[in-house]
T-cell receptor, first 115, second 116 residues
Framework: EDKVVQSPLSLVVHEGDTVTLNCSYE??????LLWYKQEKKAPTFLFML????IEKKSGRLSSILDKKELSSILNITATQTGDSAIYLC???????????????FGQGTILTVHP | DAGVIQSPRHEVTEMGQEVTLRCKPI?????LFWYRQTMMRGLELLIY????????DSGMPEDRFSAKMPNASFSTLKIQPSEPRDSAVYFC??????????????FGSGTQLSVL
């Protein structure tokens, strides 16, 4: 059964710490893995990783895809209180014969950054 | 672009009442998704459309839930009759079909539904 699993489910750190969030996946015909950040409202897109692009970086955030281990990590360096959010990873699961995958999310990691 | 627009932002209703949630996707996006988010189950895909046609509704919990997309700029999710266990945040999202961007969803602000 296709699935996306995140760990840890919650994490509490202090400003300046570095954190690593994990996402493992089992997806038939893997196509991509995505990371989203959800603050008070809607999830917002962070990164998309594919077989041809296994590492992405934006400021203090970076993500790596490990195709051998079927996993991805999201790193945040020098954390700030504004990084407090739910971080979601997701992968498209193919629905029958359709050419487009249904994006399925992991449970999320709740990150809390204290001053 | 105004982004994905959902209404209402909050809905409080009594058990047994009909609830209709509305969504306007980003213009030009070919795909529209309805998700439900709860603490217990996280973000669950209910149904998605491609070019106004429902592609997969396997996530719809039961017959009380229905969704329509009469045109490219409007979709509804209806619950009739509503039950307390339907209380959740319901998100609508859309995405472009262009190569390499199909999975990048743009979410609306969600509808917080409370069924008493």
């Amino acid at each position: 059964e296709d699935k996306v699993v995140q760990s840890p489910l919650s994490l509490v750190v202090h400003e300046g710490d570095t954190v690593t969030l994990n996402c493992s996946y089992e997806v038939t015909n893997f196509r991509s893995l995505l990371w989203y950040k959800q603050e008070k409202k809607a999830p917002t897109f962070l990164f998309m990783l594919t077989s041809s692009g296994i590492e992405k970086k934006s400021g203090r955030l970076s993500s790596i895809l490990d195709k051998k281990e079927l996993s991805s990590i999201l790193n945040i360096t020098a954390t700030q209180t504004g990084d407090s959010a739910i971080y979601l990873c997701a992968a498209p699961f193919r629905a029958g014969g359709t050419s487009y995958g249904k994006l399925t999310f992991g449970q999320g990691t709740i990150l809390t950054v204290h001053p | 672009d105004a982004g994905v627009i959902q209404s209402p932002r909050h809905e409080v209703t009594e058990m047994g009442q009909e609830v209709t949630l509305r969504c306007k996707p980003i213009s030009g996006h070919d795909y529209l998704f309805w998700y439900r988010q709860t603490m217990m189950r996280g973000l669950e895909l209910l149904i998605y459309f491609n070019n106004n046609v429902p592609i997969d509704d396997s996530g719809m919990p039961e017959d009380r839930f229905s969704a329509k997309m009469p045109n490219a700029s409007f979709s509804t999710l209806k619950i009739q009759p509503s039950e307390p266990r339907d209380s959740a945040v319901y998100f609508c999202a859309s995405s472009p079909r262009s190569q390499g961007q199909g999975e990048k969803l743009f979410f609306g602000s969600g509808t917080q539904l409370s069924v008493l």
